[in-house]
């Protein structure tokens, strides 16, 4: 940690807070899986903000282009690609495995907890280009796998959503 001090400054360290989850990206285990609750938080509160499907994507996509700079700063301060205190990634790209869901969130309660157990499996898994985006260097690299994990995630939670509602009547 004295080494991170020497390295940053003030204004670097408290990026390298952020992306790293106000802390829960320095969790034991799953850091990951425990720096993506902040993503829960964010997507309930654009969802109380009542966006609508626009003003969500645009703010999604924004999300996401605030991850990149900060992961990338966050590397620097940590010094090791894609280190696993940095959760920015996860959180910051949680939104878009919702697009269009939102406004279904509170009327079944089981959506929320499955698009965040798709978003972690996906994000594990890393199917094709998933994968391939981790090797481009810096906060891209870094928030790019996510992307593409979410955007699975989105498609297996609207097949999951409509096929709970359509014909399992749930």
């Known amino acids: 940690m004295n080494e ?6 003030p204004v670097k360290r408290a990026v390298a807070c952020i992306a ?9 285990f799953a850091s990951g899986t425990v720096g993506s609750l902040w ?17 969500y994507i645009l703010m999604s996509v924004g999300l996401v282009l605030i991850a990149i700079p900060l992961c990338g700063i966050a590397e ?4 090791k ?3 696993g205190r940095i959760v920015a990634d996860e959180y910051l790209t949680f939104p878009l495995c919702l697009i269009g869901l939102t406004p279904y969130i509170y009327d079944y309660w ?21 994968r391939q985006f981790e090797r481009i260097p810096g906060g891209a690299g870094i928030t790019l ?3 593409a994990s979410s955007l699975y995630s989105l ?7 409509w096929v709970a509602t359509r014909w399992l009547g749930w």
Do not use: H
């Open 39 to 55: 993503g829960v938080v964010i997507v309930l509160g654009m969802t109380a903000l009542e966006l609508g499907l626009a003003r």
């Open 145 to 147: 796998d996510d992307v």
């Open 20 to 28: 790293a989850g106000l802390g829960l990206g320095y969790s034991p």
């Open 81 to 83: 690609k894609d280190d």
């Open 110 to 130: 089981w959506l929320l907890p499955m698009a965040f157990c798709s978003n972690r499996f996906f994000d594990i898994l890393k199917l094709p280009p998933a």
């Open 4 to 9: 991170e001090r020497t390295q940053a400054g």
């Open 76 to 79: 620097q301060v940590f010094q």
């Open 155 to 161: 498609a297996a939670n609207w097949a999951a959503f």
